[in-house]
């Protein structure tokens, strides 16, 4: 792994980090929210790593806090009512949860960037596109306006906006839903940081231009040596550009594998029953098989493990004993190289 | 049936014929939409239809400077007891299209018959009782119910605008009959749409479309809201009470593998217009229109091992405004097949020259100058 100095500016903090250790983990990270309620406990440790260049899929319905361990990652939590009681996040071997929010902040968007989900409500509709590709060069690396305009239309150039010089001055408003998130694509790429959180960035989109967005992203992200976290809960989108997958359920991670093994042989009953309540283009089946049941409240997560009220195979054991992420291995007990399942009967639910 | 006079629809040679009813007065169109129709025959016929909002300038003295033409000339049959899907990219009109077959809107041109009568057209007690055959379905769960009416209050809305379909001191029990059978507990009757789960908020939505017995449900995006995991249930929801109560659905998604899941023929719209209609296995395993091939190729495929075998055609650029559409084929701006015929000539959806009588399942309508079969999916 090179780390390249990016600006001639002072060192940063994570360049100085350990190069040995992976771009960015994720060590039993917890986060709750504080609400009248009672206390919603949306991260319940999770552990994940990301290496330059890697793709990881972060899989999950809604309320699974896929999108919360992001804004953890990010520091953009809102605490209260959010609190992270344990965990670290190293990012290069340094904890950033214990950094001083000037460190942090040295980091977010120079080294760690993030594309939002909707394009149209994360970007400022009373700024021009431009002025706000070019804060970023203003803000970080101290440049002029006028400096930062020309760079503001490179990026749009290089994210394939027609006529960038002429649209530099528009509005959001003014741009389609795909270009918006060109845009938002651009401005994370703006500091060439060295991992991109990508928040569902194509759901709000239709398909052929989620084609057109998600291949710019992975050119992208070959080009620049990236590490890209995706978030998404599209099972087609995570086959389509993933190398690993982490398929989260109730704030944790239930299943990890690379992303080929998933589809083939999940290890999961959760993961198995998302992947059979598709439908499929190429295939036409008569019934769908669904999950029963509903996502758990955060607020009451059942006891054991957290899908076995939904679960077809549950046990007595499993509405008692928490599953740890078992490392699953072939029959004959050799192991397979990044695979985990969080389930006290994953052996059956992998070799049926 | 009341029906004698037969309407020319020449310009759309591949939709069956109309049969106009004949009846004139009140009573008679009621009787007339009220005769039950076959399985297999066409309950609802669209011609023609055009809805063009008009672009005003001015305050005061409103001038008319142009018209968005979110629907330009869409037809199409529905027969009883099946479903049709009707897919199409966001602004291609699909959303319109189903607010006029519910005369939320009033079309700008063209016909919609419901059992041989042009809904467009009547008013009054008989639209009435259209509106009682025809309900809706909603794509969002969570603004499409009142958050301050219980669950037995939206449910039962229906009938104190249709008082004939439950007597008074029977609509509690019909409210939770509903209920049961769109697999919610009977007693959730006194409880607030917050109070439950995004695909529990859509089932309310399906009991209040089954509430007054239509034989249409027209569901626009039902499931694009929901989990994937409560999407399946949905889904399977709706295909078993479409079988118990022998209903027919328009299916208006985005989702093209859930359209091809539940659909007996789809139709794909561009732009306001029909570019290609058929079979869902015409559709998706021969498809002829460019823009259906672009759009099935688009799809992610959840099997990585696909990944590499696949053939994608990425489109460029967006969809052109619905108020300023390309000359000739709508398409033709992204199509990669476009030539100066696509530009002068508007391409009418019938079967391509190339597939006429032969009897491939490439021969279904298409609208394409060029149409030729091209397998993307890889399905076979």
Not at chain 1, 299 to 322: H, K, S, W, Y
Not at chain 2, 274 to 303: K, N, R, W
Not at chain 2, 319 to 327: K, L, Q
Request: glycine share 8%; proline share 6%.
């Amino acid at each position: 792994m090179t780390v390249t100095e990016k600006t001639a500016n002072a060192p940063e903090p994570g360049t100085d980090g350990d190069k040995k250790a992976p771009l960015l983990e994720v060590r039993d990270l917890h986060v709750e929210f504080h609400t009248r309620e009672g206390v919603a406990k949306a991260v319940n440790g999770v552990n994940y790593t990301v290496d330059a260049g890697e793709t990881l899929a972060v899989l999950g319905e809604s309320g699974s806090g896929k999108s919360v361990t992001a804004q953890a990652i990010m520091g953009i939590l809102d605490m209260p009512p959010g609190k992270i009681p344990q965990g670290q996040i190293l990012f290069r071997g340094q904890d950033m949860l214990t950094m001083s929010a000037d460190e942090r902040r040295k980091i977010r968007g120079r080294k760690i960037a993030m594309i939002f989900q909707d394009a149209l409500s994360s970007l400022n509709p009373v700024l021009s596109v431009g002025y706000q590709l070019g804060e970023m060069y203003r803000v970080h690396q101290g440049l002029s306006k006028k400096e930062a305009k020309a760079k503001a239309i490179e990026l749009m150039d290089r994210v394939r906006i027609p006529a960038a010089k002429q649209r530099v001055d528009d509005y959001p408003h003014q741009f389609s839903g795909g270009m918006r998130q060109r845009i938002m694509i651009a401005m994370a790429l703006a500091l060439e940081p060295d991992l991109i959180i990508a928040d569902e960035p194509t759901t709000a989109l239709d398909v052929t231009v989620q084609a057109q967005v998600m291949d710019l992203l992975a050119e992208l992200q070959q080009e620049y040596n990236m590490g890209l976290i995706l978030i998404t809960h599209d099972l087609g989108v995570v086959a389509d550009v993933a190398d690993k997958i982490a398929v989260m359920y109730a704030g944790r991670i239930v299943e990890t594998a690379p992303v080929h093994e998933l589809y083939k042989r999940p290890a999961h009953p959760y993961t198995k029953g998302l992947l059979d309540s598709i439908p499929r283009l190429d295939q036409k089946g008569q019934e769908l098989y669904a999950i029963k049941g509903l996502p758990p409240n955060l607020l009451r997560i059942p006891a054991g493990c957290a899908f076995n009220p939904r679960c077809p195979m549950a046990q007595e054991t499993c509405g008692v004993d928490v599953p740890v992420l078992h490392q699953v291995t072939e029959r004959d007990g050799t192991e397979l190289a990044g695979r985990g399942s969080a389930c006290h009967f994953w052996k059956e639910t992998i070799h049926g | 049936m009341a029906e004698t006079g037969k309407k020319d629809v020449a310009a759309t040679p591949n939709v069956s014929e109309v049969h106009v009813s004949d009846a004139s007065t009140t009573q008679e169109v009621e009787a007339v939409l009220d005769a039950p129709v076959e399985r297999g025959e066409p309950i609802l016929q669209v011609r023609n239809l055009v809805k063009h909002f008009p672009l005003t300038q001015g305050i005061l003295f409103k001038k008319q400077v142009g018209a968005v033409k979110a629907v330009d000339g869409v037809s199409f049959d529905l027969y009883q007891g099946e479903t049709l899907g009707i897919v199409g990219e966001s602004g291609c009109g699909k959303s319109t299209v189903a607010k006029l077959l519910m005369t939320l809107e009033t079309a700008t041109s063209g016909e919609v018959f419901y059992k041989g009568q042009d809904i467009t057209k009547l008013s009054g007690r008989a639209l009435k009782a259209v509106r009682r055959n025809i309900q809706m379905v909603f794509q969002d769960p969570y603004t499409s119910l009142n958050p301050r009416m219980t669950v037995g209050d939206i449910i039962g809305e229906p009938f104190e605008i249709h008082p004939e379909v439950a007597p008074k001191g029977d609509r509690r029990k019909r409210v939770q009959e509903l209920l049961d059978v769109v697999g919610l507990n009977p007693e959730y009757i006194n409880r607030y749409p917050h109070q439950f789960s995004g695909g529990q908020r859509q089932r309310i939505g399906i009991a209040r479309g089954l509430a007054l017995n239509p034989e249409i449900i027209i569901c626009d995006e039902p499931v694009s809201a929901l989990d994937v995991s409560v999407q399946a249930q949905v889904i399977n929801l709706m295909e078993k009470l479409q079988d118990e109560f022998n209903l027919s659905y328009v299916f208006i998604a985005h989702d093209l593998s859930i359209v091809r899941h539940i659909s007996d023929r789809v139709g794909v719209m561009y732009l306001g217009k029909m570019a290609e209609i058929g079979t869902d296995a015409e559709i998706y395993d021969h498809p002829t229109h460019p823009y259906t091939q672009a759009l099935l190729s688009a799809v992610p495929v959840p099997d990585p091992d696909a990944r590499e075998r696949r053939e994608r055609i990425i489109l460029t650029g967006d969809v052109p405004s619905p108020a300023n559409p390309p000359s000739g084929c709508r398409f033709r701006t992204r199509c990669w097949k476009a030539q100066d015929k696509c530009a002068e000539e508007v391409p009418l959806l019938a079967v391509p020259q190339v597939f006429v009588g032969k009897s491939t399942p490439a021969a279904h309508e298409s609208a394409c100058h060029f149409a030729e079969e091209k397998d993307v999916v890889g399905a076979a």
